[in-house]
């Protein structure tokens, strides 16, 4: 077997799981799509729905995971490459090009057939320059992870600043619409441009080859500045490392410890799941409600990873999710407890804050801009609504992207202390009952909704309910109130936690859900959601029960 057979049959059983799932469900989405135009649906509405969650997340894979290693440890100066495979007798050329042909040719063949699915809907958009674009991009990625650097700060900036280069050109390259639309000679000369952006590509990626295999650790300098040293290695420090960073008090170190733990976690996902959703999002047009929904739930999907990740463990330490020195530190349960949570709910709550940009960013487009300011017409024309058409567009949109993210980030924060026990058969248990829970009150209503006999009497018992439910919300407040007095006996009980410390934790939610719940009134401009309305729906969603039992939650997985 030669050495190129073998890599490429390598680089293929590494990939072939997940490229034969993408191959698949490009393969149900065409054919879906064009069922869907033979028996005649709407298929404005369902079209790009479908497209972003086939085309995107294949071609997105093909850029950043379709390699001979996986793309891994970006925050450390190694060379991504298989050290295995840069110790083997094969030729620079053969392991730069080869893992690189293979991702050419899957986003190539992805970006034709999405151009011409979107030419049969009447999208027209340019096909190769767009593919140059993409492909050259992913190996830029390729070649930026494999190459070793002196501090994983410096591959960590560039590619963000690859990212920031990479999504205008892409942008650029889709905003075209149409060959026809410019004449020959600036065809030639943007197809030349993108072709000599393309081999640039190639030569760097072969740079990148040739200089890790010889410093696969990583490069170590001849010499350096003082000022230039001194901040590669205060980015550079670790817990493990042999130098130490000093820290006022042990809450700050904590903080910054989670942090410098976790900050890999958030640096890939925000470059590998919300650059591309950017530049998926860009292709269609979205109602403003429809986009509101994604941009919030694409940020969730980064801060729920990013934020779990700092009550994770390393596998290779520890299997669980409490270090072994922070076990034995002499931190009280209620500081790492506490802690920690203030750092999943900030970084949570930071990353759904980005969610405005997203949507700031696809409503670019003059169409989006269009359809937002019908909608914002539609809204101000209502009776219970005051205000202009424009601030009252502002006002919903802002509304409904902090409701969404609130109930998200309140139903996450709810579940913190299962990690934080630290226990298998727990979080098997909470799975399983969230789960019967769920498909519990939704087989509920459907069978509530079918035993209607009709459209008027359904509508009459659904508000009479929502009359009711204001009551119901209230008693639910009492509700919580009882456990949150149990909750406090319990732990003051169990001296993980001082009585002042717990009242302390309940003065700041109460503070915070007071905060949320005003600024939730002063957005919503229908006078039918009183500030009462809007407090509870706050204090309901806000967890505070298992917030003031995370001490104790900790205490288990400490002490076992």
């Known amino acids: 077997m030669s050495d190129s057979f073998a890599l490429v049959r390598l680089t293929w059983l590494r990939n072939r799981g997940v490229l034969l799932f993408f191959a698949g469900l490009v393969g ?11 028996v005649g649906q709407a298929m404005e509405t369902f079209a790009p729905v479908v497209m972003c969650v086939t085309f995107l997340p294949a071609i997105s894979w093909g850029i950043f995971a379709l390699d001979v290693s996986p793309l891994s440890k970006l925050d450390s100066e190694e060379s991504g490459y298989s050290h295995w495979l840069l110790r083997m007798p094969i030729a620079n050329w053969k392991l730069a090009y080869i893992p690189i042909g293979m991702k050419t040719a899957w986003v190539f063949t992805l970006w034709i057939v999405l151009s011409k699915t979107l030419e049969w809907f009447g999208a027209s958009t340019w096909v190769l320059i767009p593919a140059f674009v993409v492909a050259a991009t992913g190996v830029l990625m390729s070649a930026l992870a494999w190459r070793p650097f002196r501090s994983g700060v410096y591959r960590l900036g560039m590619l963000g600043t690859l990212t920031l280069v990479s999504y205008g050109l892409c942008l650029l390259a889709i905003g075209g619409k149409s060959e026809a639309n410019l004449s020959t000679s600036v065809q030639a000369i943007v197809t030349v441009a993108t072709v000599v952006y393309f081999l640039v590509a190639l030569i760097i990626a072969y740079r990148a080859v040739v200089i890790a295999r010889h410093h696969v650790s990583g490069m170590i300098p001849a010499e350096s500045s ?21 820290h006022r ?9 989670d942090l410098r733990r976790s900050r890999a976690y958030r640096f ?19 109602s403003p409600v429809a986009l509101a929904v994604m941009s919030v739930m694409s940020m969730f999907y980064v801060g729920i990873i990013s934020a779990t990740s700092v009550l994770g463990h390393d596998p290779k330490q520890s299997i669980s999710t409490l270090p072994s020195y922070l076990s034995v530190s002499p931190l009280s349960d209620a500081t790492i407890a506490w802690t920690r949570f203030a750092m999943f709910a900030s970084c949570l709550g930071l990353l759904l804050l980005l969610s405005l940009v997203l949507y700031a960013a696809v409503m670019v487009w003059p169409e989006n801009r269009e359809t937002w ?51 298998r058969w727990v979080d098997i248990v909470v799975i399983l009952v969230s789960l019967a829970l769920f498909f519990g009150v939704l087989f509920t209503a459907v069978a509530w909704i079918i035993a209607q006999p009709d459209w008027q009497t359904m509508t009459a018992s659904m508000k009479s309910f929502l009359n009711r439910l204001q009551s119901i919300s209230y008693l639910a407040v009492l509700a919580k109130f ?30 915070v859900t007071l905060a949320i719940g ?16 809007c407090l509870t729906f706050v204090a309901l969603i806000l967890p505070l029960p298992s917030i003031l039992a995370l001490p104790l939650a900790l205490k288990g997985n400490r002490h076992r």
Do not use: K
């Open 268 to 286: 890939n996902l925000v470059l590998f799941v919300v650059c591309p959703v950017l530049v998926g999002a860009s292709l269609f047009h979205w």
């Open 373 to 423: 300011s019908r909608w914002a017409t539609w809204l101000a024309a209502h009776d219970t609504v005051t205000g202009t058409a424009t601030l009252v567009g502002f006002r919903v949109t802002l509304a409904i992207m902090l409701f969404i993210g609130l109930l998200l980030l309140g139903i996450s924060s709810g579940y913190v202390w299962v990690p934080m026990y630290g226990h």
């Open 226 to 246: 003082g000022v230039m040293a001194a901040i590669r290695n205060r980015l550079s420090w670790d817990c493990s490392g042999e130098q130490v960073a000093l």
């Open 482 to 511: 009882a456990a949150v007095i149990v909750t406090v006996i319990v732990v003051s009980r169990s001296r993980v936690a001082r009585t002042a410390s717990l009242l302390q934790v309940i003065a700041i939610w109460t503070v």
């Open 518 to 533: 005003t600024l939730l009134f002063g957005l919503i401009p229908d006078s039918r959601f009183t500030l009462p309305i």
């Open 249 to 257: 008090s042990s809450i700050r170190a904590l903080v910054w410890h």
């Open 28 to 38: 149900i989405a065409e054919g879906l799509l064009l069922w869907m135009s033979q």
